[in-house]
């Protein structure tokens, strides 16, 4: 079993959907969680951040964290079609340096 | 520059052949990081510079594979005899504190061994 599991997909939604992407962990030493998002060809991008649990809000943007089921969601409100791309999961220990990063998740948002 | 930049963008190496990877992180960022991210697959970390203190190579597949950051600036990973399970996209990382969770992502070099 992968240290991050991540469904990779594809998941097709309409624009203007709500849309939830999940990622599951192992180690319970992990205490910084990031979503990337991957357009083709591109090097990911970060998009949310957080410490520890709880949940982060930017824009359009909801990041969860639950750690006592070793649970973290990404919430994308009013989806667009440039939201078309593949999302990270990645986590970090305290100690640690490397990322771990899920698989990722392509998302397409049709107009 | 604006962002990490890494050349070359591509790279089709003969099997067997020694290839060299180049990362221009962001100015004054002390913290770089190398990548390998196969197809359909997220990145695995493979190396981490403090400055030119290489601290963390634990994700080095091979001894094939050798990275260097000399004046903790611009950095190299090499990879000599190339093998055909080496083909995947090497991306690069760069961040301004030693443990800063923002790490900037450069486009990658995509490597093709044939």
């Known amino acids: 079993q992968k240290e991050v599991e991540q469904d990779p997909g594809p998941l097709s939604v309409p624009e203007g959907a709500i849309v939830s992407l999940n990622c599951t962990y192992s180690n319970s030493a992990f205490q910084y969680f990031m979503w990337y998002r991957q357009y083709s060809r591109k090097g990911p991008e970060l998009l949310m951040y957080?410490?520890?649990?709880g949940n982060k809000e930017d824009g359009r943007f909801t990041a969860q964290v639950d750690k006592s089921s070793k649970y973290i969601s990404l919430f994308i409100r009013d989806s667009q079609p440039s939201d078309s791309a593949t999302y990270l999961c990645a986590m970090r220990s305290q100690a640690g340096t490397a990322l771990i990063f899920g698989k990722g998740t392509t998302l397409s948002v049709s107009s | 520059g604006a962002g990490v930049s890494q050349s070359p963008r591509y790279k089709v190496a003969k099997r067997g052949q020694d290839v060299a990877l180049r990362c221009d992180p962001i100015?004054?960022?002390?913290?770089l990081f190398w990548y390998q991210q196969a197809l359909g697959q997220g990145p695995e970390f493979l190396t981490y510079f403090q400055n030119e203190a290489q601290l963390d190579k634990s994700g080095l597949p091979s001894d094939r594979f050798f990275a260097e950051r000399p004046e903790g600036s611009v950095s190299t990973l090499k990879i000599q005899r190339t093998q055909q399970e080496d083909s995947a996209v090497y991306l690069c990382?760069?961040?301004?504190?030693?443990?800063?969770?923002?790490?900037?992502f450069g486009q990658g070099t995509r490597l093709t061994v044939v």
């Open positions: 957080t410490y520890s649990s």
């Open positions: 990382a760069s961040s301004l504190e030693s443990v800063d969770t923002e790490a900037f």
């Open positions: 100015s004054g960022h002390v913290s």
